[in-house]
């Protein structure tokens, strides 16, 4: 079955960047888009943007354009997400989110979850 | 940027009620109208995608309905694994959107 296993909590002070993993298995890993929502404490959910894993294409939100870099590496089937000059702001849960369209046929909504990866920006 | 606007934001209710929950966007987004479902701790679960089709699993005491700008998502008698927070997002243009979330609490 379809599961996406993300890394674990990170601690982060001002200024510096985060790296989450989102390992996926069940289904070929580049025939999909991986999308990257977040969710601050006790907030709703927003979208970051998401990575076409066969081309390596991105669509990052303007929100998090020049701070956030999506990537895939296929050789260990793994999605990861990037997010630089972090402050207090970007304290949230993190989710990678598999499109739910294959291939071309990319749909904008997500059909898998990762657990959530919680990130918290303090000095 | 599309907004998406929910209400009621929480809502007290009763095994073997109806809810409906309404979902409202800004402009038109024609049937692009997806709903999830959260649990306290855990990741979104897709329930219903472009606005009325039912999730591989889904129970089909959930539907939904509506286009353009006005969507509704029903549970037509609510069972106690239902008590959960549900959320909309728009599926028609980037960035992609959420509504801000209904909170559905046992009375």
């Known amino acids: 079955q379809v599961q996406l296993l993300q890394s674990g909590p990170e601690v982060k002070k001002p200024g510096a960047s985060v790296r989450v993993s989102c390992k996926t298995s069940?289904?070929?890993?580049?025939?999909?888009?991986m999308h990257w929502v977040r969710q601050a404490p006790r907030q709703g959910l927003e979208w970051m943007g998401y990575?076409?894993?066969?081309?390596?294409?991105?669509n990052y939100a303007q929100k998090f354009q020049d701070r956030v870099t999506m990537t895939g590496d296929s050789s260990i089937n793994t999605a990861y997400m990037e997010l630089s000059r972090l402050t207090s702001d970007d304290t949230a849960v993190y989710y990678c989110?598999?499109?739910?369209?294959?291939?071309?046929?990319?749909?904008?909504?997500?059909?898998?979850w990762g657990q959530g990866v919680q990130v918290t920006v303090s000095s | 940027d599309i907004q998406m606007t929910q209400s009621p934001s929480s809502l007290s209710a009763s095994v073997g009620d109806r809810v409906t929950i309404t979902c409202r966007a800004s402009?038109?987004?024609?049937?692009?109208l997806n709903w999830y479902q959260q649990k306290p701790g855990k990741a979104p679960n897709l329930l219903m995608y472009a606005t009325s089709n039912l999730q591989s699993g889904v129970p089909s005491r959930f539907s939904g309905s509506g286009s353009g700008t006005d969507f509704t998502l029903t549970i037509s008698s609510l069972q106690p694994e239902d008590f959960a927070t549900y959320y909309c997002?728009?599926?028609?243009?980037?960035?992609?959107?959420f509504g801000g979330g209904t909170k559905v609490e046992i009375k």
């Open positions: 069940g289904y070929t890993f580049n025939a999909y888009y």
């Open positions: 402009e038109s987004i024609s049937s692009y």
């Open positions: 989110a598999r499109d739910a369209g294959i291939a071309a046929f990319r749909t904008l909504y997500f059909d898998n």
């Open positions: 990575i076409n894993l066969n081309s390596g294409g991105t």
């Open positions: 997002q728009q599926s028609y243009s980037i960035p992609l959107t």
